[in-house]
């Protein structure tokens, strides 16, 4: 479960697709500003999956690795998911432990 610091680098650059994309759409598409309002909510939730996204990738890569279910499942797919449901996921591992 330990991740070496260039691996947990490559995760974090790799992870700021998802929060860059979050404020480009909000800001361009949508015309709302993601710190006001009841949007700050989920700001805030893209931000905490930002920080916990290694962690949780880690978790999946490890549950996902030599698994026949794995081949319906593509790389990108279970990085999306792994960074939007970080939190649960780490939850869930934390309390088997």
């Given at each position: 479960m330990k991740n070496n610091f260039f691996e947990t680098l490559i995760y974090y650059v790799v992870g700021l697709i998802y929060p860059?994309?979050?404020?480009?759409?909000?800001?361009?598409?949508?015309?709302?500003?993601?710190?006001?309002?009841?949007?700050?909510?989920?700001?805030?939730?893209?931000?905490?999956?930002?920080?916990?996204?290694?962690?949780?990738?880690?978790?999946?890569?490890?549950?996902t690795a030599d698994k026949k279910s794995s081949i319906f499942l593509e790389s990108k797919s279970v990085l999306f998911f792994s960074y939007l449901f970080g939190p649960f996921i780490l939850l869930k591992n934390k309390n088997k432990k």
């Open positions: 860059v994309a979050y404020f480009l759409l909000m800001s361009e598409y949508f015309h709302k500003s993601a710190f006001r309002g009841w949007i700050i909510i989920l700001t805030i939730y893209i931000l905490i999956c930002y920080v916990l996204y290694p962690f949780s990738s880690r978790i999946i890569s490890e549950k």
